[in-house]
């Protein structure tokens, strides 16, 4: 399996600019997660999906962001418009949970750069 | 809500030392640990994990942790370091039931001096 998928590897746009990150989980996973790293504030859970259905989103931070997951293979986290805060590294990871508990799989971020 | 603490922001060692990185949590009931590592450049990959047993978990590349149920500890370690342990450690309690999420702590970045 290629492992989690993540697109663009890099992305730097203007303030006020909508933003799309893309996430492609491994194949048969049921949990998808969206994680975002910063250095003042480490790595914070944004939110996270069960079977393509948003479960939590309590730690997205504000309207601007959003998270789809249309199907099991493929989710996204879109930003609108964007600003310099949001300057950050996105990790989108997955996981299945055959018993109550399983590691979680990591892709290879997305490094977001908003001027 | 569940909290993780790890002591050490930074941590600077010269190969073959002993290597120590503390963590504690705050959560009283049923919990499975994580230690996460993130290397130059890299995503995270899993460490070690204890779900229960044996509380003394080996993992990969010679790390170990020890699950201290009484202090709230799962503590990471290694013998001897080597310059390719250069990377930012996370460790990650999970409280199983419920709530399917994992709380990072703020990581702990080892340098190691050739």
């Known amino acids: 399996d290629a492992g989690v998928i993540q697109s663009p590897r890099h992305e730097v746009t203007e303030m006020g600019q909508e933003v799309t990150l893309r996430c492609k989980p491994i194949s048969g996973h049921d949990y998808l997660f969206w994680y975002r790293q910063t250095m003042m504030r480490g790595l914070e859970l944004l939110i996270y999906f069960n079977n393509n259905v948003p479960i939590d989103d309590s730690g997205m931070p504000e309207d601007r962001f959003s998270a789809k997951m249309p199907n099991a293979s493929f989710s996204t986290l879109k930003i609108q418009p964007s600003e310099p805060r949001d300057s950050a590294v996105y990790f989108c990871?997955?996981?299945?949970?055959?018993?109550?508990?399983?590691?979680?799989?990591f892709g290879p971020g997305t490094r977001l750069t908003v001027l | 809500a569940q909290s993780v603490s790890q002591h050490n922001h930074h941590v600077i060692l010269s190969e073959a030392a002993s290597l120590e990185l503390g963590c504690n949590y705050s959560?009283?009931?049923?919990?499975?640990l994580f230690w996460y590592v993130q290397y130059p450049g890299q995503h995270l990959q899993l460490l070690l994990k204890y779900f229960s047993g044996d509380p003394l978990v080996k993992g990969i590349k010679g790390f170990e942790a020890e699950f201290i149920k009484s202090k709230f500890s799962f503590n990471l370690r290694k013998p001897s370091v080597q310059w390719s342990d250069t990377a930012e450690y996370f460790c990650?309690?999970?409280?199983?039931?419920?709530?399917?999420?994992?709380?990072f702590g703020k990581g702990t970045k080892l340098s190691v001096i050739p």
């Open positions: 959560y009283g009931g049923t919990v499975n």
């Open positions: 990650a309690p999970y409280p199983g039931a419920g709530s399917y999420q994992l709380t």
């Open positions: 990871a997955s996981s299945f949970r055959r018993v109550s508990t399983d590691t979680q799989y």
